[in-house]
């Protein structure tokens, strides 16, 4: 059950994290890098949990098959399968978004490199992915009303409203 809370908390914090630094804090400012830091090291941290945990927490449990994925997305338009954990489409979103929140801290961090301070590029790159995350998390909030309210699984009792 701790494990459970834990990774409940992770789930919050980063998605309460993302949207201040997205929306309401100034890009470049001093909040900005170190809320990305603070995010960028709590990810860290969860992918090392990830590799070394057992159970829930632990990325064994991820199904990363291709033909899986295309599964999952065809069984949204009828009959939905409830899963034990993620479903593969899940998972590939997991990784993803994980991936992604680690790409930002690296290029946030290099934006204050002196070899590529002021480089419009990175910048950009920046952005872009800042944009991608965002466009990411926003399908897997659709996703999950959908799963939920469409096909009357309860996902959000699982993410924290409820036992």
């Known amino acids: 059950m701790r494990r459970h809370f834990l990774i409940r908390c992770f789930h919050w914090v980063l998605a309460v994290g993302i949207v201040v630094n997205y929306e309401f804090l100034e ?3 001093e909040p900005h890098e170190w809320l990305g830091w603070a995010l960028g090291a709590l990810v860290l941290l969860r992918i090392a949990a990830g ?5 829930d927490a632990s990325f064994a449990g991820l199904n990363l ?9 065809r069984s949204l338009a009828g009959t939905y399968p409830e899963h034990e ?8 979103m997991i990784v993803l978004m994980l991936t992604l929140v680690v790409l930002l801290a690296i ?3 290099m934006q204050d490199l002196d070899a590529f301070w002021g480089e419009d590029w990175l910048q950009n790159i920046h952005e872009w992915l800042a944009h991608a995350l965002v466009a990411l998390a926003a399908l897997h909030v659709l996703a999950v009303v959908f799963i939920q309210f469409g096909h009357g699984i309860p996902l959000l009792r699982r993410i924290g409203f409820g036992r």
């Open 85 to 92: 954990n993620h479903s593969a489409a899940g998972s590939w």
């Open 51 to 55: 590799f070394i945990s057992r159970g």
């Open 107 to 109: 290029t946030g961090w």
């Open 27 to 29: 890009s470049g400012g």
């Open 65 to 73: 098959s291709p033909r899986l994925v295309l599964q999952d997305l």
